[in-house]
């Protein structure tokens, strides 16, 4: 009997526009409250740009936001796991040694700080993600502790910068989702273990738990699932450890996937 349903949000529920269709999920979203099934995005969105994407329908959602760094859940934080602002700050400094062709962007409790010399197409791929953006001159003007560190490289050397990061292997949870993206955040904090608290809080075990992902940042969290799926789009790492492969998120796998296998669901 499935309970929770998580789903990633880029390359897997959103189609390849980063929209979805919403007519589509008002069926789907129907057939799980009658189900008794919680939905969760599960995303390195901000939770903030996924009530704006969602609208009224993520009231009741609990959204694993800033790469399950947060929960929130009716407009409340109840879970985070934050990076010391001392940490944070040396990472970036190596981020900014290794290169100054990739954007930054630190995240807090606040919202996303980026550098007021952004340019307009990197700042618009910025606000894709975050609903509430901050501009500074230097990263050191920030005094809070980081909900997560992203940063995007549209010359796609993200695996190659990530390996000039193992100085905090240790110390920090360092993934490359793809070429153009990396997350870093708490150590040890990551989808899976921010699913296994979402799990706790709900009383819900992986046996009654429905997953889907696409990206390397979404191994973890396959295995939190015993009915774990890997959209067709999906890197071959995470098709390997998924249970499932589905169809591709542009062809709204997941939503038809829901609703295929909770209809059989008593």
């Not at 903030?48 to 959602?61: K, M, P, S, Y």
């Not at 153009?180 to 990551?190: L, P, T």
């Amino acid at each position: 009997m499935i309970k929770l349903v998580l789903s990633d949000m880029d390359g897997t529920f959103l189609n390849n526009h980063g929209d979805y269709n919403r007519e589509l999920f008002q069926e789907v979203k129907q057939l799980m409250q009658d189900k008794n099934v919680v939905f969760a995005p599960v995303t390195g969105k901000q939770c903030e740009r996924v009530e704006e994407l969602f609208g009224d329908d993520a009231a009741d959602f609990w959204i694993l936001g800033d790469s399950a760094t947060r929960i929130k859940h009716h407009g409340e934080f109840v879970y985070e796991s934050l990076l010391s602002n001392k940490l944070g700050l040396e990472i970036i400094q190596l981020l900014e040694e290794i290169s100054l062709e990739h954007t930054v962007i630190a995240c807090t409790r606040e919202g996303a700080v980026i550098k007021d010399t952004l340019s307009s197409e990197e700042e618009a791929i910025v606000r894709g993600s975050y609903a509430q953006i901050k501009k500074v001159s230097h990263f050191h003007e920030i005094t809070d502790d980081f909900v997560k560190i992203t940063i995007h490289d549209p010359h796609l050397r993200c695996m190659e910068t990530r390996e000039k990061l193992s100085p905090f292997f240790e110390s920090a949870y360092i993934v490359a989702s793809e070429a153009a993206w990396i997350d870093i955040a708490n150590a040890n904090v990551h989808k899976g273990t921010t699913v296994e608290a979402l799990q706790r809080m709900l009383n819900v075990t992986p046996e009654e738990t429905m997953v889907f992902g696409d990206g390397y940042n979404d191994i973890e969290l396959m295995v939190r699932g015993k009915y774990s799926f890997a959209m067709r789009n999906a890197v071959d790492a995470v098709k390997d450890v998924a249970n499932y492969i589905t169809r591709s998120n542009h062809e709204d796998a997941v939503m038809k996937t829901i609703r295929d296998v909770l209809s059989l669901q008593k």
